[in-house]
């Protein structure tokens, strides 16, 4: 049986959406999965009681503490030990849950993933990705978004097979092809960086490299999974989002764009590490946790880790 661990606190509407998104989720899927909610146990049963009344398939997992979004991660992790983040980990690394997910602190989630279930054999830098809607009308894959603001060469080459791996499996494209966010098209622009990651990216035979891409590429069809640093790709994730919300508030009804809403897909991967975990974002609602727990099962499915393993290997 499949189990999954699930951080109730996490998020600015917290309980009241994980409940509403765990609901969803058992409306929708009949897969044998066990769910542990992590969290204060009372507002949690009470808030079950109406959205999911007689259900089985889940366990309550009392919380006493919880980490603020604007705590410092590692000394909240090491004196709140009972908080659902960290309750959370201890389950992921004993081996009582398959895959952890959280809207809660992301500092906490970064430094819980690295340092709890740490990082697999071989990957230098696990790496979070982000969803882009292209105009084709599929998912395209940047990384990294953050994780990793400084980076070497060797870092961006990793995260292309990483973002490969997730592309193929999770987002079921076949030989995805990878880019290289840069200034030009042309082999030798770009800063040091760009220059000295590219012949890396063109030597490594597990990806589908197609050499460099601009950032009017980005949106386009062009390539499946878009590698840069995560400062890079921190700055190109939030434009992404300041034009969702600049078109909602302009009331621009458009297909293509109404897909930068990230409740459509939920929380983003922490790659590269040994077990599933799933970041959401601060302001969740029920269909982002719904979709965080499809994302969690399906990374399990696939073995995506394993599968990781292996290339590492």
């Known amino acids: 049986m499949t189990t999954i661990a699930l951080d109730m606190m996490g998020g600015d509407f917290a309980p009241l959406e ?10 929708e899927n009949d897969e044998d999965i066990q769910l542990l909610l992590i969290g204060a146990e009372g507002k949690i049963s009470e808030l079950l009681n109406t959205y999911l009344p007689a259900s089985s398939g889940y366990t309550i997992i009392h919380a006493s503490q919880v980490i603020g ?27 009582k849950a398959d895959a ?19 990082a697999i054999e071989g990957v230098l830098r696990p790496t979070i ?10 998912l395209g894959l940047l990384v990294d978004v953050g994780l ?10 990793q995260f292309a097979t990483l973002g490969s791996l ?21 082999e030798g622009k770009g800063n040091l960086l760009a220059q000295a990651a590219y012949p890396l990216l063109k030597a490594n035979s597990q990806i589908h490299f197609i ?24 700055v190109i994730l939030k434009l992404a989002e300041s034009m969702h919300d600049l078109v909602q508030r302009r009331g621009i009804k458009d297909d293509h764009f109404d897909r930068f809403n990230f409740e459509t897909y939920g929380g983003v991967p922490v790659l590269g590490v040994s077990k599933p975990v799933i970041i959401g974002h ?18 399990i499915r696939t073995d995506l880790s394993g599968k990781i393993r292996e290339s590492f290997s």
């Open 166 to 186: 997730f592309a193929e499996h999770i987002l079921n494209t076949p030989n995805p092809k990878t880019g290289l966010i840069n200034i030009g098209e042309e």
């Open 69 to 95: 979004m604007h705590e410092h991660p590692t000394r909240a992790l090491k004196e709140k030990q009972q908080s659902s983040i960290a309750i959370g980990f201890q389950l992921l690394a004993s081996g």
């Open 211 to 234: 050499g460099n891409i601009e950032g009017r590429d980005i949106l386009l069809d062009k390539a499946d999974v878009m590698v840069c640093d995560g400062f890079t790709g921190n």
């Open 282 to 299: 601060g302001i969740s609602g029920s269909s982002a946790f719904k979709n965080m727990i499809n994302i969690a099962s399906r990374m």
């Open 129 to 138: 990705g982000a969803y882009i809607p292209r105009e084709n009308g599929k």
């Open 100 to 118: 952890f997910i959280s809207a809660g602190n992301t500092g906490a989630m970064m430094v819980g993933a690295l340092f709890s279930i740490k």
């Open 18 to 27: 994980a409940v509403k998104g765990v609901s969803a989720f058992r409306a």
């Open 148 to 157: 990793n603001s400084d980076c070497k060469p060797e870092n961006l080459t």
